[in-house]
């Protein structure tokens, strides 16, 4: 009689799983709602870069525009546009406006540097449509100017919604009325 | 009506150099299974030979979603490669992570620091228990249970919510780096890996009794597909397919990497080499993983999560390497030829559902269409990872 | 001809009936959707259905809307007729089906005295419906999963003949007002303690017979994609749907009628009592299909053959024994 023995044991496993699924009809849901609740883990999501601006400065990124992240990116996802400045000894910013990297500094086309010229980002492109969200951008950069947004909800209709300039999610998020900090 | 599709010779290459069986007759009904079919999961397509419901014989046709990994590596610089290799087994994302970072690693002499090791482990284990959720789910929904899928998910979630806290990400992780990994395990982390281990102890239990002692299940698992072991040999099965029947052979024993020599683990093998026995393997894994992780929470040290010295553009030097680790799916072997260059001069990877894949036709043949199902599914096949 | 004849002729209560049963199916049809999607939802710990309507009560109705107002589609090489046919043959013989269920004694379309028969004939044209869906579809899917269907359909009627042949033999009747009347002295007087076999191989085989989980092999979504309805869409898909969950009502119902009471219940009025037996039957099957894996085809003939029709055949002898011993 071990097949009559094995039936029963089988007739016996259906019950279990029966007394499975009706012991969880009656726990509570596990979903979460979406328009009326949020998923509670937004915290540690890791969205595409941004800047993050200057300690002294809401206005100005850290960025030094070393273009080691540009190098460093799979995808080929990030264009910096830059721009030479230089101070002058009252400490007013003189734009040069120069093409980046047409005039290599200490050239004889280029002023001497009478004193510390350096690069200030123009325009910081990210074109999010390819961005595979690897990361190795932040880990990259040498003075942390760039770190993950927490946009879990982008939405957009065309891939030119997709396209950010970085510069001006900066100034936008900036405090209002944002001014240099003296 | 001009076009008359019915007398028209149809079907593209694998159906018109299909060749039936020899002592097929009139008959024989030539079906294509997928590439958009529920049990495939994925765009994998197997043609078949049927008579009535059985399978004469099965072709399967490769390469709907082929990316061309191996050759994007060539192009790419060593580190610009980091993020395909969440790509090629996204379900097992960090075990392809290891293969590659661990390869670079051993040809350019990079050493770890220990409590990346155990990072590592960790991240992977959990990834592991992850993917055989997955699976579960998946090939229950084969069979027909539609409930499992969705308490295997429920679990799911939960390790994914742990490993967005270091990774930032939920499926196509692209977490380990030359040197390390990219960002520390904190408290936080720790502690919902603690929290979530004990949870899922209690869950183990439910899942055996809603699903492995089912009878209708044991009908459609025992002694469908008995694969021998002398077969597996032959076409290179790894991984729970290998184990099931009955060959403990786990490349984290067999070719021991990492901090695995000193954690204490079993190997867990099957008997028959049936459907049953690679479920029960893949079960008993997940409790395994459980094990590791709980040894590694506690044995990790502290200390720096990534080798400072990993110099950005890397130049290997020329030279070849072979680097494998076991994933869910079997042994992820990467092979990589280095000119001295800052890119890979080859990148070869060996793919553990690539090797498991070609068993089904041998293993199909002659079997119901329902079986073949079965079949195909307890294989556990990630399709871009057929594909690369 | 006086009104009051008019409205007493049987004919005018025929046709009443009809349009009433017709109200009925398509009512139920969209609460049973409703419902098995809320089930489902809670035994998987969503929430399921929730966005139309409170609760997502209003969902079925405009998942009807929908496929409704889509475009029929026919297959090239189908065959027109009967591609078109097998719906509607799903469906309309499934309303005759209603006529003989006594709901309360004084509330059944048409007390015919055959009405067991009546059901179990009129059923039985729905595996020619999935036959014809099948063979009319030009597809090798749709083709397995009408094979399947037929095969499972003859071999899981002659279980079911067997169980209910066994409460007419018990009644001395196969109309289901005469069962109903023999069980409606309460609790203990139904005939499910007298025939408790009867009724596991009933339900069984009731479930084979309207494909649903486990047995729904004709439509095996992991095998054959949708089996016999693979082709269809819009209301073509939707008429099936509908005959399935009709089938399920009239299957539940018989079940009710013969094994369970019928309108038998105290403090509510009978109609009530059978609907809620009804009801009660119909989630069991969702709980069923909600639980289990599917069983392989030969698996599922051998339930038939190897178990159902021998313990019905025993069962049916016994029930011949004692009667005839106790006469």
């Known amino acids: 009689m071990p097949g009559l023995a094995k039936t029963i044991k089988g007739l016996w496993s259906l019950i279990v799983g029966l007394g499975v699924t009706g012991v969880e009809f009656f726990r509570p849901q596990l979903t979460v709602h979406y328009p009326r609740k949020e998923v509670d883990n937004l915290a540690t999501y890791r969205g595409h870069i941004d800047l993050v601006a200057r300690d002294d400065d809401p206005l100005t990124p850290r960025c030094i525009v070393c273009r080691k992240c540009v ?112 | ?353 690539f090797c498991n894949l070609q068993l089904f036709a041998e293993l199909a043949q002659g079997t119901l269409l329902a079986d073949a199902v079965s079949i195909l599914g307890s294989l556990d096949l990630v399709i871009p990872e057929i594909d690369r | 001809m006086t009104m009051t004849e008019i409205i007493s002729h049987p004919l005018t209560k025929l046709v009443l009936g009809l349009v009433l049963i017709l109200v009925f199916v398509g009512v139920n049809g969209l609460i049973l959707v409703w419902m098995e999607r809320k089930v489902v939802g809670f035994i998987q710990r969503r929430p399921g259905p929730y966005e139309v309507g409170p609760h997502g009560i209003l969902q079925s109705l405009v998942d009807g809307v929908k496929l409704i107002a889509k475009q029929l589609v026919t297959p090239r090489g189908a065959d027109r007729f009967l591609f078109w046919l097998a719906p509607m043959l799903s469906v309309t013989p499934v309303v005759i089906c209603f006529l003989p269920i006594p709901f309360s004694p004084g509330l059944t379309a048409m007390d015919v005295n055959l009405g067991l028969l009546l059901i179990l004939a009129f059923s039985g044209i729905n595996v020619l419906a999935l036959c014809a869906a099948g063979w009319g579809s030009n597809n090798k899917y749709a083709l397995i999963g009408a094979a399947r269907a037929v095969s499972q359909s003859v071999a899981y009627e002659i279980p079911l003949l067997l169980s209910v042949l066994c409460i007419a033999f018990q009644t001395g009747s196969l109309s289901l007002s005469a069962v109903a009347e023999g069980q409606s002295r309460g609790l203990l007087s139904w005939n499910l303690w007298v025939q408790p076999l009867a009724f596991v191989i009933f339900f069984i085989s009731a479930t084979a017979e309207t494909n649903r989980a486990p047995f729904d092999l004709p439509e095996a979504e992991s095998e054959l994609t949708a089996g016999f309805h693979t082709e269809y869409s819009g209301m073509g898909f939707g008429l099936f749907f509908l005959a399935e969950y009709t089938y399920m009502i009239v299957v539940c119902s018989v079940a009710t009628a013969l094994f369970l009471g019928a309108h038998d219940g105290p403090f509510l009025p009978g109609p009530w009592w059978f609907v809620l037996k009804v009801y009660a039957l119909i989630l069991a099957l969702m709980w069923f299909r909600w639980t289990f894996p599917r069983v392989r085809f030969d698996q599922l003939l051998n339930l038939c053959w190897k178990w159902l029709i021998p313990l019905g055949l025993a069962n049916l002898l016994a029930t011949a024994l004692v009667l005839k011993l106790g006469e």
């Open chain 2, 1 to 353: 009506m001009g076009f008359n599709w019915l007398s028209e010779p149809r079907g593209d290459y694998y159906t018109r150099h299909f060749v039936p069986t020899p002592e097929a007759e009139g008959d024989r009904l030539i079906l294509n299974l997928g590439p958009q079919h529920p049990s495939t999961h994925g765009v994998l397509r197997v043609v078949v030979e049927m008579d009535g419901e059985y399978i004469m014989k099965a072709e399967p046709v490769l390469g709907y979603i082929h990316r061309m990994q191996e050759k994007m590596g060539e192009v790419k610089t060593w580190r610009q490669y980091l993020p395909n290799m969440g790509r090629v087994d996204y379900l097992h994302a960090l075990a392809w992570n290891w293969a590659y970072v661990g390869a670079v690693e051993k040809l350019a002499g990079i050493e770890v620091p220990p409590r990346a090791e155990y990072i590592r482990v960790i991240t992977c284990e959990l990834n592991r228990i992850s993917s055989h959720l997955l699976w579960w789910g998946a090939y229950l929904l084969d069979l027909g249970a539609f409930t499992p899928i969705l308490y295997a998910f429920a679990d799911r979630e939960r390790i994914m919510d742990i490993l967005q806290m270091v990774t930032g990400s939920r499926l196509t992780y692209c977490y380990y780096r030359f040197g390390g990994v990219s960002a520390d395990l904190g408290e936080g982390f720790i502690q919902a890996t603690r929290d979530f281990l004990k949870q899922f102890k209690t869950r183990i239990p439910m899942f055996h009794d809603l699903v492995t002692g089912n009878m209708i299940l044991r009908g459609r698992c025992e002694q469908i597909g008995v694969l021998p072991l002398e077969m597996a040999r032959r076409y290179g099965a790894t991984g729970p397919v290998l184990r099931g029947s009955g060959l403990a052979y786990d490349t984290r024993r067999a070719e021991p990497y990492s901090v695995y020599p000193s954690l204490d683990f079993q190997v867990p093998v099957g008997v028959n080499g049936d459907a049953m026995d690679r479920y029960d393997v893949r079960l008993a894994e997940m409790t395994q993983s459980i094990a590791i992780i709980e040894q590694a929470l506690e044995a990790m040290p502290d200390g720096p999560h990534i080798n400072p010295d990993v110099h950005e553009r890397l130049k290997p030097p020329a030279g070849e390497v072979y680097y494998a680790v076991e994933g869910g799916r079997g042994k992820i072997g990467v092979h990589l030829i280095s000119d001295g260059g800052p890119r890979p001069y080859r990148v070869k990877l060996r793919s553990p559902s």
């Open chain 1, 71 to 182: 190098a460093a990116c799979p995808s080929g996802c990030i264009a910096i546009e830059s721009r030479l400045v230089g101070a002058e000894p009252g400490g007013d910013a003189r734009e040069l406006s120069l093409a980046p990297g047409l005039i290599v500094t200490g050239s004889h086309a280029a002023p001497p540097p009478r004193q510390k010229i350096r690069r200030e980002v123009a325009a910081f492109h990210l074109n999010y449509n390819l961005c595979s969200l690897c990361g190795l951008c932040v880990q990259t950069c040498p003075v942390q100017s760039l770190a993950f947004s927490r946009e879990a909800y982008l939405c957009g209709s065309s891939r030119a919604d997709f396209e950010f300039e970085l510069l001006e999610r900066l100034r936008r998020r900036a405090p209002a009325g944002g001014q240099r900090a003296a």
